[in-house]
């Protein structure tokens, strides 16, 4: 059973569950909330096993997403980045999607790469407009000349990195090149317009709208092209609400 300190409303108390519990796959018991949930388990790794001794948002998040309470380490999906690597050339190994409103309350720093190479840190895509800034050429920019103002910056980043050695230089042109395949690449792989009538009613989507369920059909697209963590935020006020129509309850 969860418990937590309702400790910024009246008398703190702690507050139990207060709901059902049902059997899902593989006898795990989960909330009544989530029936559907429940019959995927067999594909799921539920941890229940973390404990922690901090009590305030950005630190817990901190714990779960790095291991660690203070910012300055990689997160998960950085290191399965670094472990792994990524299986498409043309998407990002780790992407990060937001909805609900707001960053949580740690912000970007859940998806650093800490003091691991900065090529291994989430890359944000945005809900509402183009997934990611400049995927369009400017005026009077077409593909080819695009091309060789990256090779261009290229070579002269590639001096530098001879000279100076560092690491990050290295990454600066990696994810140069990457971006411009990612012109190509995340229209694509991003268009939820190509799911069937079915897909959408499944996932309660509505394009265009910066929502839970339309990153979570996304982020079957990204997974489908190889891309190999995706990470997703939904971000709103605590369970305890700020009044009596917003809470858990």
């Given amino acids: 059973m969860l418990f937590r300190s309702a400790f910024i409303k009246g008398h703190p108390l702690l507050l139990g569950h207060?709901?059902?519990w049902?059997?899902?796959?593989?006898?795990?018991?989960v909330c009544e909330l989530f029936p559907h949930l429940a019959q995927q388990l067999g594909d799921v790794t539920l941890v229940r096993s973390m404990?922690?001794?901090q009590f305030n948002h950005a630190p817990a998040e901190h714990l779960l997403f790095a291991g660690a309470p203070r910012p300055g380490r990689p997160s998960m999906g950085a290191w399965l980045s670094l472990g792994l690597g990524s299986q498409n050339r043309d998407l990002p190994g780790y992407v990060v999607m937001l909805s609900g409103g707001s960053q949580p309350s740690a912000g970007k720093a859940l998806w650093s790469a800490g003091f691991l190479p900065t090529v291994h840190q989430g890359c944000e895509f945005r809900s509402v407009g183009e997934p990611v800034l400049y995927l369009r050429d400017g005026?009077?920019?077409?593909?080819a000349r695009r091309e060789r103002l990256l090779h261009a910056a290229n070579e002269l980043n590639g001096e530098?990195?001879?000279a100076a050695g560092d690491p990050e230089t290295a990454t600066r042109m990696a994810q140069a090149e990457l971006a411009f395949r990612m012109q190509v690449s995340?229209?694509?792989?991003?268009?939820?317009?190509?799911?069937?009538?079915e897909v959408h009613a499944l996932y309660g989507t509505t394009p265009g709208r910066p929502t839970l369920a339309n990153n979570c059909l996304l982020a079957r697209r990204?997974?489908?092209?190889?891309?190999?963590?995706?990470?997703?935020?939904d971000t709103g006020w605590d369970i305890h609400g700020t009044g009596p129509a917003d809470?858990?309850?």
């Fill in 139 to 143: 005026d009077g920019v077409d593909r």
């Fill in 222 to 233: 990204l997974v489908e092209r190889g891309v190999r963590f995706v990470q997703l935020h």
């Fill in 247 to 249: 809470d858990l309850m």
């Fill in 186 to 197: 995340v229209p694509e792989a991003t268009d939820l317009s190509r799911e069937s009538a």
């Fill in 51 to 53: 404990v922690t001794d």
């Fill in 22 to 29: 049902i059997r899902g796959q593989n006898g795990i018991e």
């Fill in 18 to 20: 207060q709901h059902g």
């Fill in 160 to 162: 530098h990195l001879a």
